[in-house]
């Protein structure tokens, strides 16, 4: 069984920046596919990146294309999310995802094997 712990929210003015770490254990994370997804209050739980474990392919949702990036170090078992940019829409609980599958299109399409319990970034002046 794989556990995800997520870090790095917080509060950050329009304009700032952010990093998220997922930090996973119990499994082989070098073989797991890893992502992130947020929920904003009233919303639906919405896909926001993606990166390979085969490839290290990143895919994002086009709403933070060119403002995040998302990266793993295998050797620490740890995924981040580097924020800039940020809007008051990026307002949510962030979650780290992880996949067995290797496809980009399993995890985008909520094809999710374990999740983390979520940390709140909330873009605000």
């Known amino acids: 069984q794989v556990q995800l712990v997520e870090s790095g929210g917080g509060l950050v003015s329009p304009g700032g920046s952010l990093r998220l770490s997922c930090a996973a254990s119990?499994?082989?994370?070098?073989?797991?596919?890893m992502g992130w997804f947020r929920q904003a209050p009233g919303k639906e739980r919405e896909f926001v990146a993606v990166?390979?474990?085969?490839?290290?392919?990143?895919y994002y949702v086009d709403s933070v294309k060119g403002r995040f990036t998302i990266s793993r170090d295998n050797a620490k078992n740890t995924m981040y999310l580097h924020m800039n940019s940020l809007k008051p829409e990026d307002t949510a609980v962030y979650y780290c995802?992880?996949?067995?599958?290797?496809?980009?299109?399993?995890?985008?399409?909520?094809?999710?094997?374990?999740w983390g319990r979520g940390t709140q970034v909330t873009v605000s002046s």
């Open positions: 995802a992880a996949s067995r599958n290797p496809s980009p299109t399993v995890m985008s399409s909520g094809g999710v094997d374990y």
């Open positions: 119990g499994g082989t994370f070098s073989r797991l596919s």
């Open positions: 990166i390979t474990w085969m490839s290290g392919s990143q």
